[in-house]
C-alpha cells in the first residue's frame, strides 16, 4: 500500500526566504504527483502537477521535482511572502486513487 | 472557484438524522472521488466514481452511502453517524481515473453531535 511522508511537519521562516519542502513514497510505480495548497477550514487548491516521465514542473515561484526511482519529491519556494502562508499537500496517483501525505503547516512571518 | 462545488458549507447533525452532502462539477470530468479530512490526519479517500460507476470502495461503513446519478452530481447519504464521524469532507473530479491531476471542491465541514 501506498504511503506518502512529508517532512517537515511545520516550518516558520521569515519573509523573503526560499524554502523547500519534502515528500517521499514508498512505491515508484506512480502515475504523477500533484502538489496542493490548503488554507485553514478550505479546500484544496492545486499547485503543480508531475506526470510520472517528467523530472520536474515550475509555476511562477514553485517549482516541484521528481525523482520517481527513489521515491522523493521537492517543493521548492523562492522569495516565500506571508501570502504563502499555508498547509502544503504532496499527493500521488496510483491507479483508482490517490493517496495524500499529511502535509507541511508553513508559515512565512512578515 | 475552483470548477467544483460542496454543498452546504457547513452542517451540524445529531447522531439519528439522515442528510446528504452534494458535490457538482461542470468541467465535463467522468470520474469523482469523496475524501474524508480529520483533524492531524492525511486525507482519506472514501469512494471512487468512474462514469457513474462505483469503481472503489475504500472500506466505508455502510453509514456513509454514496450516489451518482450522473456524471456530474455525487452525493454521499448520511445516516446514524458518530461523533468521530466529524471532518471535512472533501469532493475532486478528474478527466478519468488514472493519471490525470485532481480538482477540489472547497469541502462540507461536518459536526455530528
Known amino acids: 500500500k501506498q504511503e506518502v511522508t512529508q517532512i517537515p511537519a511545520a516550518l516558520s521562516v521569515p519573509e523573503g526566504e526560499n524554502l523547500v519542502l519534502n515528500c517521499s513514497f514508498t512505491d515508484s510505480a506512480i502515475y504523477n504527483l500533484q502538489w496542493f495548497r490548503q488554507d485553514p477550514g478550505k479546500g484544496l487548491t492545486s499547485l503543480l502537477l508531475?506526470?510520472?516521465?517528467?523530472r520536474e514542473q515550475t509555476s511562477g515561484r514553485l517549482n516541484a521535482s521528481l525523482d520517481k526511482s527513489s521515491g522523493r519529491s521537492t517543493l521548492y519556494i523562492a522569495a516565500s511572502q506571508p501570502g504563502d502562508s499555508a498547509t502544503y499537500l504532496c499527493a500521488v496517483s496510483n491507479n483508482n486513487d490517490m493517496r495524500f501525505g499529511a502535509g507541511t503547516r508553513l508559515t512565512v512571518k512578515p | 472557484e475552483t470548477g467544483v462545488t460542496q454543498t452546504p458549507r457547513h452542517l451540524v447533525m445529531g447522531m439519528t438524522n439522515k442528510k446528504s452532502l452534494k458535490c457538482e462539477q461542470h468541467l465535463g470530468h467522468n470520474a469523482m472521488y469523496w475524501y474524508k479530512q480529520s483533524a492531524k490526519k492525511p486525507l482519506e479517500l472514501m469512494f471512487v466514481?468512474?462514469?457513474?460507476?462505483?469503481?472503489e470502495n475504500n472500506s466505508v461503513p455502510s453509514r456513509f452511502s454514496p450516489e451518482c446519478p450522473n456524471s456530474s452530481h455525487l452525493f454521499l447519504h448520511l445516516h446514524t453517524l458518530q461523533p468521530e464521524d466529524s471532518a471535512l469532507y472533501l469532493c475532486?473530479?478528474?478527466?478519468?481515473?488514472?493519471?490525470?491531476?485532481?480538482?477540489f471542491g472547497s469541502g462540507t465541514r461536518l459536526t455530528v453531535v
Open positions: 475532486a473530479s478528474s478527466p478519468k481515473t488514472g493519471n490525470y491531476g485532481y480538482t
Open positions: 508531475i506526470q510520472s516521465s517528467q
Open positions: 466514481y468512474s462514469l457513474e460507476e462505483r469503481v
